[in-house]
């Protein structure tokens, strides 16, 4: 059974850097095919996709958010970590994680593949 | 980027069929993913690659596309469906291609 939690602080200050980890079980990043996505929801608001991380390192971004985000992976504790600097009050949202698994061969990943499985999600306020 | 549209609210009886549509430019051409969120709840994939539907998903639920739209449908309609729908594509317009999402459409079981 494939799991997928997310954690970080619930409160953070604007400007500052937040830090969400999403801790995986039930499969393993190095899977070929498998990746990890990020995704957020303001309150009331729709889903907004951040990013991704592939079994074999790949990373894609939202480009509007390219340049404050970083996606990283830690094989070894099965978890996925997203970096979100400059925060603003804007960026108050639930931020989700979600399990992907998706056709590959020599020449790379299907980037289209769905997010079967999503964690709780976490709650991040921005505030000062 | 490619935007997606959705009608805001869909409105239907118990039993009947509920339709819900997301507009693009050539969707039709693209793989389409739908999602179904209950209040407080995560999302759930309820269709992907535009007409497939995961294990344990009704068979009420099915999808269609055509050069513009695809569509969603929930045939048989229940209170438990009462919730938002999102469909999402991939974007690869760009240099940077990336996952769109629809804006969501709430279905309420009148």
């Known amino acids: 059974q494939i799991t997928l939690k997310e954690s970080g602080p619930t409160l953070v200050k604007p400007t500052q850097t937040v830090t969400l980890t999403c801790t995986i079980s039930g499969f393993s990043l190095t899977t070929g095919g498998a990746g990890v996505d990020w995704i957020r929801q303001p309150p009331g608001k729709a889903l907004e996709w951040l990013a991704l991380?592939?079994?074999?390192?790949?990373?894609r971004y939202n480009p509007s958010l390219k340049s404050r985000l970083t996606i990283t992976r830690d094989t070894s504790r099965n978890q996925v970590v997203l970096t979100m600097t400059n925060m603003d009050p804007l960026d108050t949202a639930t931020y989700y994680c979600?399990?992907?698994?998706?056709?590959?061969?020599?020449?790379?990943?299907?980037?289209?593949?769905?997010?079967?499985?999503w964690g709780q999600g976490t709650l991040v306020s921005v505030s000062s | 980027s490619y935007v997606l549209t959705q009608p805001p609210s869909v409105s239907v009886a118990p039993g009947q069929t509920a339709r819900i549509t997301c507009g693009g430019n050539n969707i039709g051409s693209k793989s389409v993913h739908w999602y179904q969120q209950k209040p407080g709840q995560a999302p759930v994939l309820v269709i992907y690659y535009d007409r497939d539907r995961p294990t344990g998903i009704p068979e009420r639920f099915s999808g269609s596309d055509s050069a513009n739209t695809a569509t969603l449908t929930i045939s048989r309609v229940e209170v438990g469906d009462e919730a938002d729908y999102y469909c999402q594509v991939w974007d690869s317009s760009g240099s940077d291609p990336f996952y769109v999402f629809g804006p969501g459409t709430r279905v309420t079981v009148l």
């Open positions: 979600a399990h992907r698994h998706g056709y590959y061969d020599a020449s790379g990943t299907d980037p289209t593949s769905p997010l079967d499985t």
């Open positions: 991380i592939l079994w074999d390192g790949e990373k």
